[in-house]
């Protein structure tokens, strides 16, 4: 690693200092290798930073694929439902034709026996409306469990995805904070033991 630091040069102050030249060497290579640990952190940093980043551009990516995914089948299931009303409708609306063309014709032959006829097709008309309600409710029922039940899964997988990404996220800093805090101890006790240094061959 090429760093600012000269440790020869370093060595040649601490002996004009009268620090023996044994001593000027151990102390020079010792900040050599505190100078380079700060570096390496300095990149481990850094490369923890470009991690989350990606990370939280991933995750933004799958959420948005998720939504698109959940829209596209919201909006079929829309449609079928709408496709199916149409022709319930149209069912109903040619029965009910022909249950009211049924009813004149009977009428023009005798009112008594249509009035009967009609009480009975009326009667089989409501028990019909009814099985079709029931149906079409029972439908319906399915189609919104059906479709809450993947809004939870949804929503349970998104909040996992958070859960673990905050926690590595918790735990890279927390090992980082307290590697910064071993290298500023390192850093004073060097500060230290050189200021001690100095001053040893100051007072000589």
Known sequence: ???????????????EAGVPSEQAEVHAGALVKVLDNYAQL????????????????????EIAGVEVRLRAEIAEAEARLQTMIAEAEAR??????????RLRTALAELE??????????EARVNVRFEKL???VNTRF????????????????????????????????????????????LSNAIIIALAIAILAQGYFR
Do not use: C, G
């Not at 109903?92 to 063309?101: C, P, V």
């Open 1 to 15: 690693m090429n760093s600012p630091f000269n440790p020869m040069q370093y060595v040649h102050q601490l002996e």
């Open 42 to 61: 300095q990149k481990v940093k850094e490369a923890v930073t470009a991690a989350i980043a990606a990370s939280e551009v991933q995750l933004r990516v």
């Open 92 to 101: 109903l609306r040619t029965k009910i034709a022909e249950a009211e063309s």
């Open 112 to 121: 008594a026996r249509v009035n009967a006829r009609f009480e009975k097709l």
């Open 133 to 135: 309600e029931a149906r």
């Open 141 to 184: 029922e399915k189609l919104e469990a059906r479709v809450n039940t993947r809004f939870e899964k949804v929503e349970a997988w998104i909040d996992t995805r958070f859960e673990k990404l905050e926690a590595r996220i918790d735990t890279r800093f927390e090992k980082l904070e307290a590697e910064i805090k071993r290298m500023r």
